[in-house]
């Protein structure tokens, strides 16, 4: 299981708190450090089920600085992920990459559910 995460934030920290007091086994991955690349975006994205739009950190700066609420309508699926793949902090965290799901944020009822 991969546990793609900032350190600094909050929701990941409850999440690797979570994560730890459950004994579930992963491997930690920092989004900034280590940005994932559009072909595991693609492969993230078709496994969750969900929209590429649920990838975007709507709360975050770069997300505002860029002006993405009004420039991701007009935008591709592909041109999104490639957006997404240019820097880890336009991507929701954490990301909780399992066999056969792909978990988007954290919502503890709905990794209770997958785990």
Same mark, same amino acid.
């Given at each position: 299981?991969?546990?793609?995460?900032?350190?600094?934030?909050? &929701?990941?920290?409850?999440? /690797?708190? @979570?994560?730890? !007091?459950? $004994?579930?086994?992963? &491997? %930690? /991955?920092?989004?900034? $450090?280590? +940005?994932? &690349?559009?072909? %595991?975006?693609?492969?993230?994205?078709?496994?969750?089920?969900?929209?590429?739009?649920?990838?975007?950190?709507?709360?975050?700066?770069?997300? /505002?600085?860029? +002006? *993405?609420?009004?420039?991701?309508?007009?935008?591709?699926? %592909?041109?999104?992920?490639?957006? *997404?793949? &240019?820097?880890?902090?336009?991507?929701? /965290?954490?990301?909780?990459?399992?066999? +056969?799901?792909?978990?988007?944020?954290?919502? %503890? !009822?709905? @990794?209770?559910?997958?785990?």
């Amino acid at each position: 299981m991969l546990f793609v995460c900032y350190p600094k934030c909050s &929701t990941c920290q409850k999440a /690797r708190k @979570w994560l730890d !007091a459950n $004994e579930v086994k992963y &491997t %930690e /991955r920092h989004i900034k $450090e280590e +940005n994932p &690349t559009e072909e %595991e975006l693609k492969a993230w994205i078709a496994k969750s089920g969900q929209p590429v739009k649920k990838f975007f950190n709507t709360s975050g700066m770069l997300y /505002r600085e860029l +002006n *993405l609420k009004e420039r991701l309508p007009q935008m591709t699926d %592909e041109e999104q992920i490639e957006l *997404l793949a &240019t820097n880890g902090m336009l991507v929701k /965290r954490p990301l909780l990459v399992c066999e +056969n799901a792909v978990l988007v944020g954290f919502k %503890e !009822a709905q @990794w209770k559910e997958i785990l």
